[in-house]
């Protein structure tokens, strides 16, 4: 089993920056890939960005590439998500996940983190 705990939430003006920080504990040498996804009010769940734990390749959707930098720290077991140039739609609740495969569901979930931007 893996844990993981996410901080750094809270709420920004437009055009500002926030980092949310994901700690990892238990079985974390199971982990092949770590990353983001963001639940706004009224919508679906969505895929931010990830990170391969071992070769540190990030992926990222479309609407924050170029603004958001996902990031790992093997030794700490953390990950990272630094959000620049928010936008008021990027408000969310963020989620920490974890897979133990290249491909499939994520078998680990964060408790989630709020982040709200303000026009």
């Known amino acids: 089993q893996v844990q993981l705990v996410e901080s750094g939430g809270g709420l920004v003006q437009a055009g500002g920056s926030l980092r949310l920080s994901c700690a990892a504990s238990?079985?974390?040498?199971?982990?092949?890939?770590m990353g983001w996804f963001r639940q706004a009010p009224g919508k679906e769940r969505e895929f931010v960005a990830t990170?391969?734990?071992?070769?540190?390749?990030?992926y990222y959707a479309e609407s924050v590439q170029g603004r958001f930098t996902v990031s790992r720290d093997n030794a700490e077991n953390t990950a990272a998500l630094q959000m620049n140039s928010l936008k008021p739609e990027d408000t969310a609740v963020y989620y920490c996940?974890?897979?133990?495969?290249?491909?499939?569901?994520?078998?680990?979930w964060g408790q989630g983190t709020q982040v709200t931007v303000s026009s």
């Open positions: 996940v974890a897979r133990r495969t290249i491909v499939g569901r994520y078998d680990y």
């Open positions: 238990g079985r974390t040498d199971s982990i092949y890939i």
């Open positions: 990170i391969t734990w071992r070769g540190g390749v990030g």
